[in-house]
């Protein structure tokens, strides 16, 4: 069974940063199939529809919500069957609990706050 377990969110002050990190496990989810696998992490704040905010395909091609661009980076280590989300920049509008996707899968979820 795959899992994703999110780790790195917390408490921010606006124009900080923050880097969380996504770890996959599970026996079918080895890590040949991880490396061609498109990982995404999502976020959905208070009262609001969970929304796409990075994408990185198998060729670490990858793609962010307008939101984001230019503050966030998504990565990807193979070997450690690891994503990552930097997040620079943060703002208030960027609180929200964060997700990790793939494979019809979702994470747990952590909770990133932006506020002075």
């Known amino acids: 069974q795959v899992q994703f377990v999110e780790s790195g969110g917390g408490l921010v002050q606006p124009g900080g940063s923050l880097r969380l990190s996504c770890a996959a496990s599970g026996n079918i989810f080895s890590g040949s199939i991880f490396s061609i696998s498109a990982m995404s992490w999502y976020r959905q704040a208070p009262g609001k529809q969970r929304e796409l905010v990075a994408y990185i395909d198998s060729g670490s091609n990858t793609n962010y919500a307008d939101s984001v661009k230019g503050r966030f980076t998504i990565s990807r280590d193979n070997a450690k069957k690891m994503v990552y989300l930097q997040m620079d920049g943060l703002k208030p509008e960027d609180t929200a609990v964060y997700y990790c996707?793939?494979?019809?899968?979702w994470g747990q979820g952590t909770q990133v706050t932006v506020s002075s």
């Open positions: 996707y793939s494979a019809n899968k």
